[in-house]
């Protein structure tokens, strides 16, 4: 069993910070790769960024480029999402997801409960 526990949601004014963090725990050995999906009302589940455990390189969608940065403690196992410069259409049901190897979203196979993120113009 494999558990990710997202924290750090919340609602801030359009051009705010907020910093997600997920643990990850349980038989997560053979997980490499850590990310962080969002879905908001009426669209689909998208990719936001993604980070190897190992070699901690990242990947982020082109929307969130330049704002967000995705970071992993190996000490204790935890995904982190720092987004700055948030937009109201960054509001969303952010979710941690995690996947044996980094590439194609559809690889994740493991998810959180979500986290809401609400920007308000």
């Known amino acids: 069993q494999v558990q990710l526990v997202e924290s750090g949601g919340g609602s801030v004014q359009a051009g705010g910070s907020l910093r997600l963090a997920c643990a990850a725990s349980g038989n997560t050995w053979n997980l490499n790769c850590l990310g962080w999906f969002r879905q908001s009302p009426g669209k689909e589940r998208e990719g936001v960024a993604r980070?190897?455990?190992?070699?901690?390189?990242?990947y982020y969608t082109d929307s969130v480029k330049g704002r967000f940065t995705i970071s992993y403690n190996n000490a204790n196992n935890t995904v982190y999402l720092q987004m700055n410069s948030l937009k109201p259409e960054d509001a969303a049901m952010y979710y941690c997801?995690?996947?044996?190897?980094?590439?194609?979203?559809?690889?994740?196979?493991?998810w959180g409960q979500g986290t809401q993120v609400t920007v308000s113009p």
């Open positions: 980070i190897h455990t190992g070699s901690h390189s990242t």
């Open positions: 997801a995690a996947a044996q190897y980094c590439g194609p979203w559809s690889l994740f196979e493991h």
